[in-house]
């Protein structure tokens, strides 16, 4: 409790008495408060029932508010003042025989002006961080109120905010720009606001009164932002009585107005990741202008997903990335492609091709092969295989001979089964029709078949520089021998027939047996070798669908982990 004694007289004029932080008489201190909060002022509750609290003659009564922002108080046995955490009410402090307490910033001293001996209370309300400083009325008509809140946080950053009008039901807010519409003319509201930051920590509750006008006029109610794209943004008006609105008016960063017959507006040509400060309004058939409702929007940052790949590179070995370019550590074992590889035992590229959000399926989980410049025109497109095989299939449907271009596996299991019957046809337009290379050198002897070299030299017999190859036009095909080499780095010079030795850092490596693309034929036996098989002998291996993407799929969200797949915006 804090004491003072007054002893005035009668005759005696008003004189201003320091109420100390102890017993005194008529003594003069300064008192140590929490200074950050000198400027800060507060208009919490109007209305407390003194009835309920215990007084004494002579007797200054201290109250801290329980819970920033409640409005709740409680009785202290503190008999300093507050150095922290609490800042004064002077709202509700006071005195009941009238005299009149205030708190001096300059001098940090609570004050009292009195000329009769007095019964005062001094309340103190919880500060948490989260204030509201201000709040101000930037529009008044008939039937709308706009407020303006000033609130901070010494936490992070104000999220929501709540306001209630005549002790209704609070509301939320997004915006610190408030606007009450269907109001009554000439009526006085009282609006409490409080704010809420990203700790979902509370502000003071900040009351204040506001009188309607007579004059309703046009009114935007709402404007909702129907569609944003990363070039466009298209809005949808809302206005109190529409049927009366005759024009809207729209503009963006301050440029001129565009005059409108539609409530629903579309700004185009804009540019990506990019906030942009809007401004309307309408006008009704009595040639009436409401007020100017402002809002920002922001367009959407495209990133496409070869972009978001290529830009986790930063050198070789980095998030399991290769840049096959020819030079460097790796420069003469590399492809020399310009591609972009990924290699190792089990590097980030799952990718959940057929699920924009949620778990992915076991059928819509695919990895990145990686992604490649086959124009060599700056485009890059991300070659995907299925993360597990589809089945045993025979390369022909018959015992007769046949290239790739007229088998089965071909055209019926992989470019009609699978990508029409399997594939949701959603995401069909989403892969490119690839020009698959199909037939590798065979001026090379029997002796030099491709399962004798290493990835490099592979690579340039089946579609590099020693390469006369077949074309074939389809979207969906098989991997490459030389994309089977996608162990780590330390193998890149291990022949196809001695791969089993790289199985265990080697991410492709299924364990069974499995076709690739290049005839006459080469599989990926069991063992993690490369073999050649005769297709007419009808054996049945593994098919993994292998595909590239268009170039202008986006990158949505994902880590690449198995459990954290990438996903594309569908």
């Known amino acids: 409790?804090?004491?003072?004694?007054?002893?005035?007289?009668?005759?005696?004029?008003?004189?201003?008495?320091?109420?100390?932080?102890?017993?005194?008489?008529?003594?003069?201190?300064?008192?140590?408060?929490f200074n950050s909060m000198d400027n800060k002022e507060n208009n919490i509750i109007k209305n407390v029932n003194k009835d309920n609290q215990i007084l004494k003659e002579n007797m200054i009564t201290m109250m801290y508010e329980t819970e920033a922002g409640s409005g709740n108080y409680e009785l202290?046995?503190?008999?300093?003042?507050?150095?922290?955490?609490y800042v004064f009410n002077s709202e509700l402090s006071g005195c009941e025989?009238?005299?009149?307490?205030?708190?001096?910033?300059?001098?940090?001293?609570?004050?009292?002006?009195?000329?009769?001996?007095?019964?005062?209370?001094?309340?103190?309300?919880?500060?948490s961080g989260v204030w509201i400083d201000n709040v101000e009325i930037s529009e008044i008509t008939g039937n709308k109120i706009t407020l303006n809140v000033n609130a901070t946080s010494d936490n992070g950053t104000i999220t929501t905010y709540y306001y209630s009008i005549n002790n209704s039901q609070y509301m939320e807010s997004s915006s610190n720009i408030i606007q009450i519409t269907d109001l009554n003319k000439v009526t006085e509201y009282n609006i409490k606001v409080y704010a809420v930051d990203n700790t979902n920590t509370r502000s003071n509750i900040y009351t204040i009164d506001a009188t309607t006008t007579a004059d309703s006029g046009p009114s935007i109610n709402f404007v909702l932002v129907s569609n944003v794209s990363e070039n466009s943004i298209t809005l949808n008006v809302s206005a109190v009585n529409p049927s009366t609105i005759t024009k809207y008016y729209y503009s963006i960063n301050n440029n001129?107005?565009?005059?409108?017959?539609?409530?629903?507006?579309?700004?185009?040509?804009?540019?990506?990741?990019?906030?942009?400060?809007?401004?309307?309004?309408?006008?009704?058939?009595?040639?009436?202008?409401?007020?100017?409702?402002?809002?920002?929007?922001?367009?959407?940052?495209?990133?496409?997903?070869?972009?978001?790949?290529?830009?986790?590179?930063?050198?070789?070995?980095?998030?399991?990335?290769?840049?096959?370019?020819?030079?460097?550590?790796?420069?003469?074992?590399?492809?020399?492609?310009?591609?972009?590889?990924?290699?190792?035992?089990?590097p980030n590229n799952y990718i959940c091709f057929g699920a924009a959000s949620g778990s992915c399926s076991s059928?819509?989980?695919?990895?990145?092969?990686?992604?490649?410049?086959?124009?060599?025109?700056?485009?890059?497109?991300?070659?995907?295989?299925?993360?597990?095989?589809?089945?045993?299939?025979?390369?022909?449907?018959?015992?007769?001979?046949?290239?790739?271009?007229?088998?089965?596996?071909?055209?019926?299991?992989?470019?009609?089964?699978?990508?029409?019957?399997?594939?949701?046809?959603?995401?069909?337009?989403?892969?490119?029709?690839?020009?698959?290379?199909?037939?590798?050198?065979?001026?090379?002897?029997?002796?030099m078949r491709l399962y004798y070299y290493d990835a490099k030299n592979a690579y340039e017999y089946e579609l590099g520089y020693y390469a006369n190859p077949s074309i074939n036009v389809a979207k969906i095909g098989l991997m490459y021998l030389s994309d089977y080499y996608g162990a780590s780095a330390s193998c890149w010079s291990t022949a196809g027939q001695s791969y089993s030795s790289?199985?265990?850092?080697?991410?492709?490596?299924?364990?069974?047996?499995?076709?690739?693309?290049?005839?006459?034929?080469?599989?990926?036996?069991?063992?993690?070798?490369?073999?050649?098989?005769?297709?007419?002998d009808n054996y049945e291996y593994a098919a993994r669908p292998t595909f590239y993407l268009n170039s202008n799929v986006e990158y949505s969200s994902g880590t690449g982990t198995q459990s954290d797949p990438y996903r594309i915006k569908i």
């Open 1 to 33: 409790m804090l004491f003072v004694f007054f002893f005035l007289s009668e005759v005696m004029k008003k004189k201003l008495l320091l109420i100390s932080s102890v017993l005194l008489t008529l003594s003069l201190v300064n008192i140590i408060f």
């Open 76 to 85: 202290t046995q503190d008999t300093t003042w507050p150095e922290s955490d």
């Open 97 to 127: 025989n009238g005299g009149e307490l205030s708190w001096n910033s300059t001098n940090r001293t609570v004050n009292l002006l009195t000329n009769t001996p007095d019964r005062c209370f001094v309340y103190f309300d919880k500060y």
């Open 256 to 346: 001129a107005y565009t005059e409108s017959a539609n409530s629903v507006f579309t700004f185009t040509g804009l540019n990506q990741n990019t906030t942009y400060n809007i401004s309307i309004y309408i006008e009704d058939n009595q040639g009436q202008q409401s007020s100017i409702y402002s809002m920002q929007i922001s367009t959407i940052n495209k990133v496409l997903l070869a972009d978001y790949i290529k830009g986790l590179y930063t050198s070789d070995g980095t998030n399991g990335l290769y840049y096959h370019d020819g030079s460097g550590t790796y420069g003469s074992m590399e492809a020399e492609d310009n591609s972009y590889r990924y290699a190792g035992a089990n």
């Open 363 to 447: 059928d819509n989980l695919y990895r990145i092969i990686g992604i490649f410049d086959d124009n060599s025109d700056g485009i890059y497109n991300l070659k995907l295989i299925k993360n597990t095989s589809i089945g045993n299939y025979v390369w022909c449907s018959s015992s007769s001979t046949c290239l790739w271009n007229s088998s089965s596996l071909n055209n019926t299991v992989l470019n009609q089964n699978f990508l029409y019957n399997t594939l949701d046809s959603s995401l069909i337009d989403f892969i490119t029709s690839n020009l698959w290379k199909t037939e590798w050198n065979r001026g090379v002897s029997d002796d």
């Open 502 to 536: 790289c199985r265990s850092v080697n991410w492709l490596d299924l364990g069974v047996d499995e076709w690739t693309i290049t005839p006459d034929t080469f599989y990926i036996s069991s063992n993690g070798n490369v073999y050649s098989s005769n297709y007419q």
